[in-house]
């Protein structure tokens, strides 16, 4: 038996932007006035990391970002398949779909599927 295959939907390489994620980290971690929640060290640091992050300005790298917090969780994009996170990813977009909700493919990943489906060796 035969299946046919429907029209692929669009594939989107989605790029880590260059944003800054000061207010986000003070959302988090401050609980005003003086006051910090505690982050890899105690309050102090949460506010050091906010102040490094302000003075990276508005559109610092993603791995600027993750120097000054200590991880890339915060800046990079997360490979829904094998979780690494990365600069760029693979998504697709099908009609009618939310594209937010759609998961976001690495490039090492997407080559491992390619390679077990048979499309490339």
Wanted: proline letters at 7%; one cysteine or more.
């Amino acid at each position: 038996m035969t299946r046919r295959m429907s029209a692929s939907p669009p594939i989107a390489h989605v790029v880590a932007g260059n944003v800054s994620v000061a207010e986000d980290w003070k959302r988090v971690y401050h609980l005003g006035g003086d006051h910090w929640q505690s982050f890899d060290g105690g309050p102090a640091r949460s506010k050091a990391v906010y102040e490094a992050l302000v003075a990276l300005g508005p559109t610092p790298h993603p791995n600027e970002t993750a120097k000054v917090i200590g991880n890339r969780t915060w800046a990079h994009l997360a490979c829904t398949h094998c979780h690494e996170r990365v600069l760029q990813a693979y998504r697709a977009e099908p009609e009618g779909y939310d594209k937010e909700d759609a998961p976001l493919i690495c490039a090492p990943c997407v080559l491992a599927f390619a390679v077990q489906l048979g499309v490339t060796s």
